[in-house]
Nanobody, 122 residues
Framework: QVQLVESGGGVVQSGGSLRLSCAASGSIFSINAMGWYRRAPGKERELVAT???????NYADSVKGRFTISRDNAKNTVYLQMNSLKPEDTAVYYCNGRVVILTHLTSEYNYWGQGTQVTVSS
């Protein structure tokens, strides 16, 4: 089994910053892409940012220039630095990891964290 645990959410004023963390643990052989997604009230879950194991990144247009995704492969952890936050960034943020587990080295499995709430007040 693999667990992804997010932390770092909270309430911040518009223009402020937050840093989310997501630590993966369990029967991990390797983690390929990791990413952050979010679901705002009444909306579908959407991609925020992803990062490959060798550091290639991809961002949603709405967060480019404001958010930065990074990872520490030794710690199986991914981060999301969020600056210049806007009220429309308010959502539950979910961590995602595409994991190769120890008992199935030829397959990749998709895991999700439980989510962390980010609220940006105007």
């Amino acid at each position: 089994q693999v667990q992804l645990v997010e932390s770092g959410g909270g309430v911040v004023q518009s223009g402020g910053s937050l840093r989310l963390s997501c630590a993966a643990s369990g029967s991990i052989f390797s983690i390929n892409a990791m990413g952050w997604y979010r679901r705002a009230p009444g909306k579908e879950r959407e991609l925020v940012a992803t990062i490959t194991s060798d550091g290639n990144t991809n961002y949603a247009d709405s967060v480019k220039g404001r958010f930065t995704i990074s990872r520490d492969n030794a710690k199986n952890t991914v981060y999301l630095q969020m600056n210049s936050l806007k009220p429309e960034d308010t959502a539950v943020y979910y961590c995602n990891g595409r994991v190769v587990i120890l008992t199935h080295l030829t397959s990749e499995y998709n895991y999700w964290g439980q989510g962390t709430q980010v609220t940006v007040s105007s």
